[in-house]
């Protein structure tokens, strides 16, 4: 059960003319899952690591609608990838299952958060040791 493989970056769709630009997010097709629930970090210092958690259920998409922040994606065997977010039409979707870090906020981050669940804290899986154990586990 390692979805690492599914991270990508997503180039959203935008409809700018000379009044100003417009980024479109719709679920079920920009966005690869109905959207539930949506959720916004700002005014995170730089030195703050968020995150740090897996989700059993949940799939999101990240988006830095202002400002830049990175994400460092870990699969639990022993590989990473750090992804920046810099642009308000760039987002990174995160498939269930893998373990994710936000940081290097920049003052103007806004971090736009997509989740394809409504909350539930016992979907959060908080201890990268047990997010690693039940890895090694699928795995067998
Ligand atoms: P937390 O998961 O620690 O945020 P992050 O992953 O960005 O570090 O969430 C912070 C608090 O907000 C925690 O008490 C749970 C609560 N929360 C909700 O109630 N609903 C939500 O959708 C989210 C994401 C968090």
Known sequence: MNNIDQVR???LPERGDERGNLVIAEGGSDIPFDIQRVFYIYGSD?????????????EVVLINVAGS??????????NEIVYSLNRPKTGIYLPNMVWKEM???????????????????TEYIRDLDEYKKIIKESAQ
């Open 46 to 58: 730089p030195d703050v690591i968020r995150g740090c958690h897996a989700n059993r259920v949940s």
């Open 103 to 121: 940081y290097d906020f920049s003052a103007d981050s806004v971090l736009l958060c997509l989740a394809s669940t409504h909350y539930d804290e």
């Open 9 to 11: 970056m997503l180039e």
């Open 69 to 78: 922040s990175k994400v460092k994606v870990l699969d639990g065997e022993g």
